[in-house]
């Protein structure tokens, strides 16, 4: 089956920086990679998705990039606030088969 | 907004009980899921259904059964509790796997 692997599992950035959240899949026939936000005591919120026949997607702050050649993609945030700070998950599914694989989570820390 | 509700914010039940966990959803999604949270190896997927009565295994779905008798309700069963099932239990559901809507979660307890 697939298998998602996260880095790194923490993150600490000073609030304007950017940061990077890395993931690789292990099946090739994974089309559909999500991206979660989990704060402290809540549940995890669709942030971002993309598409495997997409190469990059932005939104507002937040974009994410995919490499199906080499199977990673990533999440990039710019211009870090400390509401930023929460826990991210990865994912990567074929869609029609209906379930996601996750990463086992970054824990972002934005520093005032 | 899809609303998925979970019948429990927090449960402690004893080992050996007969556990049940609820989930509704009100969006006509096909997918609901059960995952399970334990610090440090994210979210594993118990089982899901991509229909009414239909149900697959997930990675773990050792202990665990589920329901789903009405599209909008899947419930997860833990038939015998035991203490290595303590966790935190997401149920989810989305429109043929595209975008997950999770409910709050039930942090169950088992002594």
């Known amino acids: 089956g697939e298998n998602v692997e996260q880095h790194p599992s923490t993150l600490s950035v000073q609030e304007g920086d950017s940061a990077v959240i890395k993931c690789t899949y292990s099946d090739s026939a994974s089309n559909y990679f999500p991206w979660y936000k989990q704060e402290l005591g809540k549940r995890p919120q669709l942030i971002i998705d993309i598409r495997s026949n997409v190469g990059e997607k932005k939104d507002q702050r937040i974009a994410v990039t995919l490499n199906k050649t080499a199977k990673h993609f990533s999440l990039h945030i710019t211009e870090t606030q400390p509401e930023d700070s929460a826990v991210y998950f990865c994912a990567a599914s074929i869609s029609n088969a209906g379930k996601s694989t996750f990463g086992d989570g970054t824990t972002l820390t934005v520093k005032p | 907004d899809v609303k998925v509700t979970q019948s429990s914010r927090y449960l402690v039940k004893r080992t050996g009980e007969k556990v049940f966990l609820e989930c509704v959803q009100d969006?006509?999604?096909?997918?609901m899921f059960w995952y399970r949270q334990d610090p440090g190896l994210g979210l594993r997927l118990i089982y899901f259904s991509y229909d009414v009565k239909m149900k697959e295994k997930g990675d773990i779905p050792e202990g665990y059964s589920v329901s789903r008798e009405k599209k909008e309700r899947f419930s997860l069963i833990l038939e015998s509790a035991s203490t290595n099932q303590t966790s935190m239990y997401l149920c989810a559901s989305s429109f043929h796997g595209y975008g997950y809507t999770f409910g709050s979660g039930t942090r169950l307890t088992v002594v």
């Open positions: 969006m006509d999604h096909e997918n």
